[in-house]
Structure formats: structure tokens, C-alpha cells
């Protein structure tokens, strides 16, 4: 089972954290479906420090989502710890995680995120440093490396582990590959034989089977499942099935992913507002609808839709129609 400190999570899948992506309204949607431990998207130690109300108001977290994962990046000492302190303190996040895999020049250019991977005891400074300033258990996610020939991933969890760090997720693949290629299972494999704290692993899991592979493969405590849950929380709730029983539950129908839709759509409305979580919602939507035969006119409208009015009538009446035509079928079949 995955533990992190004290918390014990009910089961090894973990959702990942993605910038503009996990926020409550939609970690809430993909705990209902079983994850057994959720991640926040992304926050900036500056924007925490600074006090800046919109980086404060992505620190928000319902108490049902809970165990969570909050994420913050940085690149000096003094704004990390200081952020680390901030959310220990001021909100109800179980596990603070550091960032250390943003592969984007924006992050990295100040020392952030990937930048990390190419010094384990800068790795090591900084995580003792938040770590003895802190309650709640760190954890870092990392890449593997900055570029094929400087892969420390070993090094790294080691300096983590060193420094009272948790736990480690690891990412198969180095900044400078960002998302291309294949994610390389092997380290993950290397960095949990190398360490005593729990490794989640991640990386192109993007079946329930995979998920066990990695499992079996890897030996990692979890398994961290990113882009294949975006518009697809049943990802989630399959991969905790089939890991549990063995047995492979079908994928939802159009009307099942529309209501989903629907209550992630008037969950991003009530944190944020109308106007900003109807055109969040239009790449949430356009993934939602991944895979229904005959999406592409609906896909086109969703993003001239500016009210949940306009979204919810075009979904709904798409699930009618797909109803209806596979009402058809039937008949004539
Ligand atoms: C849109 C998007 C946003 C992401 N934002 C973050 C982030 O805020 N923090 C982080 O550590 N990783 C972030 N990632 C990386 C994912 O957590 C994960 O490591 C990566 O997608 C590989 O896993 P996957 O193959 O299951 O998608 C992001 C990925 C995507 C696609």
C-alpha cells in the first residue's frame, strides 16, 4: 500500500498534478472516482509570499478531496521555505510536494522546476531546508534527468531520501524531452531499488493495464496517472478495479461522460466564476468528448460557447442524438 509519512493511502493510484488542470473542482471529480490520493496543480513560492489573491485562491482544497498533494515550485531558498511554511500552516493539504520536473524555460530559467535535476545537493539543501521548517511530510516529483547525458535520478531521490524527504514520483523522461518519446520505466525501476521511501511511479500509463505493469515491472508503491485521466476520471476508477480484482470495466457511455462534464462544469463554476469556468471548461470539454462518434460539430461549438446554458444545451442534446442513433441502430439491427 502507498504510505507517505503518516497518511495511508486507500489504494496506489495517484493522480498527477497538471498546471491549469487540477484544481478542486476537478481533483474532486477524480477522487469520487477512487483515486486514492490526489495532486494540485502547480503553485508558485513568489505568488504564495507575495500574497498574490489569485496564486492564494489555488491553494483552496475541499475537505473531500483529502489525502491531497500540494505542489509549489521554486527556485531559492528563502521564497520556498517560506511558501512550504505558508501552506503547512494555512491550509489543509497533507503532503507538500516540491517541483522538480516543470520542463518549461518560463520555470526553469529561474532555477525552478527541472532546473533542479542537474545538482542533487542543491536537491539536498533545499528539501532539509523545507523539511525541518515544516509539519506535514514533503515529497519531490522529478524527472529522470535534464538531458540524456545528465540523468542523477538516482543521485536525486537519494539526496530527497537524505534530506527527510517522504517520498519520490518520478517521471521516466528528461526535461529536454518534455513530452516526446517513450517514458523509461527502467530508472523508475533503479530509483526504487535505490531508495527506502516510496516511489510513485509516472509516466505513459494510459491503461489500467499499463498501470499494473508498471506496478509489476517497477515495484513502485504507486502509480501517478496524468494526461490519460484528463476528461476520463473513469481512468481512474478502471485502474483501481482492475488492480483490486483483476477485472477490466467497460468505458462510459456519451451520456455518462456529458453528466461528468456537467458536474465538473458546475464545480469550476462555483470556485471560480461563470465567464472563466465555462472557457476552462471548453478543453475539458473537448476531452470529454474523446472517443463519441460524430464529435466534431459539437467540438467546434463548445468553443463559441461563453454561458452554462449554451454548454450544457449543446452537451446534452449531442448525448440525446447519440442516444437516438444508436436507438436506431438497434432497431434496424
Ligand atoms: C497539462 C499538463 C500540466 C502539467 N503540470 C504539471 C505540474 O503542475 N506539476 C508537475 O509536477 N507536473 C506537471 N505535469 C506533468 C505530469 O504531472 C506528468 O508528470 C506527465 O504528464 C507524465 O505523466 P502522464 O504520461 O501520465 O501524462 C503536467 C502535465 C500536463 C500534460
Known amino acids: 500500500m502507498l504510505k507517505i509519512g503518516d497518511i495511508e493511502m486507500k489504494n496506489q493510484v ?20 477512487g483515486a486514492g490520493l490526489v495532486c494540485a496543480e502547480m503553485v508558485s513560492d513568489k505568488g504564495i509570499v507575495s500574497q498574490n489573491d489569485r496564486t492564494l485562491d489555488m491553494l483552496y ?25 505558508y501552506v503547512d500552516k494555512n491550509t489543509n493539504a497533507d503532503i507538500i510536494d516540491i517541483n522538480m520536473g516543470c520542463p518549461v524555460p518560463k520555470i ?20 532539509s531546508a523545507v523539511v525541518d521548517t515544516v509539519e506535514k511530510p514533503v515529497t519531490v516529483k522529478m524527472r529522470m534527468g535534464w538531458d540524456e547525458d545528465h540523468i542523477f535520478a538516482i543521485e536525486n531521490a537519494q539526496a530527497v531520501e537524505r534530506a527527510g524527504g517522504k ?16 517514458a523509461n520505466w527502467d530508472i523508475i525501476r533503479d530509483v526504487k531499488q535505490a531508495v527506502n521511501i516510496p516511489v510513485i511511479g509516472n509516466g505513459d500509463v494510459q491503461t489500467p493495464q499499463d498501470a499494473k505493469r508498471m506496478l509489476d515491472e517497477t515495484g513502485v508503491d504507486g502509480v501517478m496517472i496524468g494526461r490519460a485521466a484528463l476528461g476520463n476520471p473513469w481512468m481512474i476508477y478502471r485502474t483501481v478495479k482492475y488492480l483490486e480484482t483483476g477485472e477490466l470495466m467497460g468505458e462510459p457511455n456519451a451520456r455518462e461522460k456529458i453528466d461528468v462534464s456537467i458536474l465538473h462544469l458546475d464545480r469550476l463554476i462555483a ?29 467546434n461549438g463548445i ?10 444545451s449543446l452537451l446534452t442534446n449531442f448525448a440525446d442524438e447519440v442516444e437516438a442513433k444508436e436507438q436506431e441502430a438497434h432497431q434496424v439491427g
Request: hydrophobic share 40%; charged share 30%.
Open 14 to 33: 495517484v493522480l498527477a498534478p497538471m498546471a491549469g488542470i487540477c484544481n478542486s473542482a476537478f481533483r474532486l471529480t477524480v477522487k469520487e472516482f
Open 167 to 182: 517520498a519520490v514520483a518520478l517521471h521516466g523522461r528528461t526535461r529536454v524531452q518534455m513530452y516526446e518519446g517513450i
Open 271 to 299: 470556485l471560480k466564476n461563470e465567464h472563466i469556468a465555462v472557457r476552462e471548461m471548453r478543453k475539458h470539454a473537448a476531452w470529454y468528448l474523446k472517443g463519441i462518434r460524430g464529435n466534431a460539430i459539437v467540438r
Open 303 to 312: 468553443n463559441e460557447c461563453n454561458t452554462r446554458d449554451e454548454l450544457v
Open 61 to 85: 482544497i475541499d475537505e473531500r478531496e483529502k489525502p491531497l498533494s500540494l505542489q509549489i515550485f521554486g527556485g531559492e531558498r528563502e521564497t520556498l521555505v517560506q511558501a512550504a511554511q
Open 108 to 127: 526553469t530559467k529561474c532555477d525552478a522546476g527541472a532546473k533542479w535535476l542537474l545538482d542533487p545537493n542543491k536537491i539536498y539543501e533545499m528539501v
